[in-house]
């Protein structure tokens, strides 16, 4: 088993930067490969982005390409994502989540959730 903490959320204008980081605690880290989602109010929690277990491979969802980039540093037990020309649009509370599947975009492949943080992005 797996818990996950997510912080760095908050306020941000549009087109300012935010930094979330989710520390893991308990199994190997480094067996999972790592996801964020993100759920806006009255909307379904949708996939964001995700990395390999090793690092080497990441994706997205396209509304967030070449703007927001996930990372892990694995000594640590973190994973990031860094989202940079944030819109109104990317409010919503973000999740991280850890899968033992290969890199899944599906919710349901991923079977430990962080609590979120939220960030909203002010026009």
């Known amino acids: 088993q797996v818990q996950l903490v997510e912080s760095g959320g908050g306020l941000v204008q549009a087109g300012g930067s935010l930094r979330l980081s989710c520390a893991a605690a308990g199994r190997t880290f480094s067996s999972y490969s790592m996801g964020w989602f993100r759920q806006a109010p009255a909307k379904e929690r949708e996939y964001v982005a995700t990395i390999t277990r090793s690092g080497g491979n990441t994706f997205y969802t396209d509304s967030v390409k070449g703007r927001f980039t996930i990372s892990r540093d694995n000594a640590k037990n973190t994973v990031y994502l860094q989202m940079n020309s944030l819109k109104p649009e990317d409010t919503a509370v973000y999740y991280c989540?850890?899968?033992?599947?290969?890199?899944?975009?599906?919710?349901?492949?991923?079977?430990?959730w962080g609590q979120g943080t939220q960030v909203t992005v002010s026009s």
């Open positions: 989540a850890a899968s033992l599947a290969v890199a899944s975009v599906r919710r349901n492949d991923y079977g430990y």
